[in-house]
């Protein structure tokens, strides 16, 4: 967790920017100090936040169209409910929608 939060603090920063690239798991745990498998675990969290993309073969980038201001690094996880119970309300409005619309047709 610190290191999810450390490297949100270095994108919030500037030092990666949106679209970056990061540096690979060996390299990030050189340069923190820690194992592998601590990146491993903190990019996946990270990844879980929509802070970051990993892409087989390429690695991870932060996200090209992440708003840098809004990021939180001390927690990130609650954030996202609003927009994603809006998301689902007007989903759920469509897909009323579109029933009505095929029950008409039957």
């Known amino acids: 967790m610190q290191l999810a939060e450390s490297l949100t603090k270095a994108i919030r920063s500037g030092q990666y920017a949106p679209g970056d690239a990061l540096p690979s798991y060996k390299a990030l745990a050189e340069e923190y100090g820690v194992a592998v498998g601590t990146v491993q675990s903190a990019i996946g969290r990270l990844r879980e936040q929509g802070v970051i993309v990993t ?26 409910w609003p927009e994603i119970a809006q998301s689902l309300k007007e989903i759920a409005t469509r897909l009323a929608t579109i029933e009505a619309k095929l029950e008409e047709r039957e």
Do not use: I, K, P
């Open 55 to 80: 892409r087989h073969g390429t690695g991870s980038t932060v996200r090209a169209d992440l708003d840098v201001e809004t990021l939180d690094g001390d927690n990130q996880e609650g954030d996202h």
